[in-house]
Structure formats: structure tokens, C-alpha cells
């Protein structure tokens, strides 16, 4: 398990704790507290799907100097607790992150939703339930599908969780010779390895059979918290394309294109998180 304290800038204290989300779920929740107190908005994290938190050291370093944040561990992960018959779905993640705001009382237009993947997916499916707006949303590569081949959905359907071990090396050499661009971005291989040695198998399994059937489109006209989608063009398993054809479709939204995965998870997309609040507070 990872010790929060390698995520905190100097003199950022940290406190985990489990948040129910529901009768049958709770999350691990980490709170960063910067050392100085200021204005800056409450950043409420959900990463991507079966991501680990050392994915985002270089960013959590960086936004912990100044931002106060909820990093949450979303249900699929290995930390949530789970009992009896638990959905998948991206409206049930989305749901959980309507849970945690209301939890923690967060106030109008003072916190952010800054998620990547299938967390900024799950945000923009749930933001017209939340009972508060947010200042904004910054989203890293948002998926508006989930494409996952009918020889792999057929593997799932069929093969019990058990055998994950055993598929597991295939997956990592499907997604290093067909899926990512190595050459370009090595680290962001290395990074879904790890990720796949800490997916629990039987959550996952239950994820892909209902995430595989969802699209984004059709709640994308009711967004109208300023929106900052940030893309990968190196990054194809993410679909850039998408991402763009996102924002022609949100009201008020911009694209950043930083190139890389490793680079949208780094301390440049904090810096440039910092830059879009500051556009958004002079208007």
C-alpha cells in the first residue's frame, strides 16, 4: 500500500478514512492540507479506472503546496469495501462523487472536479445531480467510450476472475504492441503494468462488462460549470479526437493538448490548472 506521506508537498499533512457512498459501498479517501492556509479552491480527485496514486506523485506534490484535496479511491480499486451485489456502471461512479461532495459539504463554486479517464468520464455523467456547482471542472483525457475488443469482452464473459494471473501477461503485451506508443511514452506502459498488478479481478471483471456498453454524448449538453479538457496527442488509447468532439459540445469548455500521459500527469497540469483558475476569477 502506498504511504500518502510521499504525496504531500513540505509541511502538507494528509488523513485517510472510509466514506459509505452508499448502503453497500465505501471509499478510501485521502485529505491533503496544504501547510498554508489561502483561498484556493477544495480539489475533489478521482482518478482513472484501476489507477494507483503513484501515477500522480509529480501532480499530487505539486497541488498539494496550495490546494487543499479529497483524492478518491474510486470503487473498482482493490481499497474499496464492497458487500453483496454492487454496479459498475459509470453512473454509479458518478453517483459516489455526488455521495463525497454532499459528505463533505462542499460549497458553491469553492471546489474543483479534477479527475482523468474514467474518473473525468464519471464527472461529466454526474454533474447536473450535484446539489452544489463547482468553480469548474478539469478533466484529463475523459473517455467517451470505453472500446474494448469482442475477443477480450468474450475473455471476460467467459473465463472466471481466477485466471486473471494468467491473462494478465497477454493484456500487458496487447496494450504494448496495439494500444500505446511506447516509443513516446514508455512511462505510461510501465504505469497501466502496475495498475493491472493491483486491480482486484473480480471488481474489474464487473467493470468492463458494464463500462463497455456506456457513451458520454447524451449528458454532455447539460454541463454548464466551466470546463478545462486536458488531452494527450500522443495518447490514441484515450481517442483525442473524442476529447475535442467533447468540447464543441459543452458550453463553456477549452482543449489543451500536452502531448503525453506522462506530461498530463505531471506538475505542468497543475501549473496549468492554476492559469485557468486565475482566467476564470477575472471574469
Not at 509541511?11 to 459501498?25: D, L, P, Y
Request: aromatic share 12%; charged share 25%; with cysteine.
Amino acid at each position: 500500500m502506498d504511504n500518502p506521506s510521499e504525496y504531500c508537498s513540505p509541511g502538507c499533512e494528509f488523513k485517510e478514512e472510509m466514506i459509505a457512498v452508499s448502503h453497500n459501498v465505501s471509499l478510501r479517501v485521502t485529505k491533503f492540507t496544504p501547510k498554508e492556509k489561502n483561498n484556493n479552491p477544495t480539489v475533489v480527485f478521482i482518478p482513472g479506472w484501476i489507477s494507483m496514486i503513484s501515477g500522480w506523485k509529480k501532480a499530487l506534490l505539486e497541488m498539494t503546496e496550495d490546494f487543499p484535496v479529497y483524492y478518491v479511491e474510486t470503487r473498482e480499486k482493490i481499497s474499496s469495501y464492497t458487500t453483496g451485489k454492487v454496479n459498475y456502471s459509470v453512473k454509479s461512479f458518478g453517483q459516489d462523487i455526488v455521495s463525497i461532495a454532499s459528505h463533505f459539504n462542499l460549497k458553491s463554486q469553492n471546489y474543483i472536479l479534477f479527475g482523468s479517464s474514467l474518473g473525468a468520464t464519471a464527472i461529466l455523467d454526474c454533474c447536473r445531480f450535484l446539489e452544489k456547482a463547482p468553480l469548474c471542472l478539469i478533466l484529463i483525457a475523459p473517455n467517451a467510450v470505453f472500446r474494448v475488443p469482442d475477443f477480450w469482452m468474450g475473455i471476460v464473459r467467459i473465463f472466471p476472475p481466477r485466471l486473471y494471473l494468467i491473462f494478465k501477461p497477454v493484456i500487458k503485451w496487447y496494450l504494448k504492441n496495439f494500444r500505446l506508443d511506447v516509443e513516446s511514452d514508455y512511462a505510461q506502459y510501465k504505469k497501466y503494468c502496475n495498475a493491472l498488478d493491483s486491480a482486484d479481478p473480480w471488481k474489474l471483471k464487473k467493470a468492463m462488462i458494464s463500462l463497455s456498453k456506456y457513451e458520454v454524448w447524451d449528458s454532455l449538453n447539460e454541463i454548464e460549470v466551466p470546463t478545462l479538457i486536458v488531452g494527450a496527442s500522443r495518447d490514441e488509447i484515450h481517442e483525442p479526437e473524442n476529447m475535442k468532439k467533447m468540447v464543441s459540445k459543452i458550453k463553456y469548455s477549452s482543449y489543451l493538448d500536452l502531448e503525453t500521459n506522462t506530461i498530463t500527469h505531471s506538475e505542468v497540469v497543475v501549473k496549468e490548472m492554476r492559469k485557468y483558475i486565475s482566467r476564470l476569477r477575472k471574469y
